[in-house]
């Protein structure tokens, strides 16, 4: 119980951390300028995110691969 503790406390105090330096990035952003970021959202090609994400999730299946082929002359066979 004590190690689901102090996980969950990490995890928390990360993800308070992330956010909080998220948000002092942002709060430096001119108004103008939000206008000008939604509108590049709004006119951003979204289609060339798929060939983006095959590549990740191949990079990481490669990645996962090699090292199951390392890690066998060991003896370990996850």
């Known amino acids: 119980m004590k190690k689901q ?7 928390t105090l990360f993800l308070g951390l992330g956010l909080f330096l998220v948000w ?7 108004d103008d ?6 509108n590049s959202l709004r006119d ?3 289609w060339l995110l798929i060939p983006v994400f095959v ?3 191949a990079s990481h299946l490669f ?6 082929i390392l ?3 060991m003896g370990y066979h996850p």
């Open 44 to 46: 951003a090609n979204y």
């Open 5 to 11: 503790l102090l996980s969950i406390g990490k995890f």
């Open 24 to 30: 002092w990035s942002l709060r430096q952003i001119p």
């Open 71 to 73: 890690m066998e002359p």
């Open 33 to 38: 300028k939000w206008d000008e970021f939604r």
């Open 63 to 68: 990645r996962a691969l090699r090292w199951k």
């Open 55 to 57: 590549i990740l999730i």
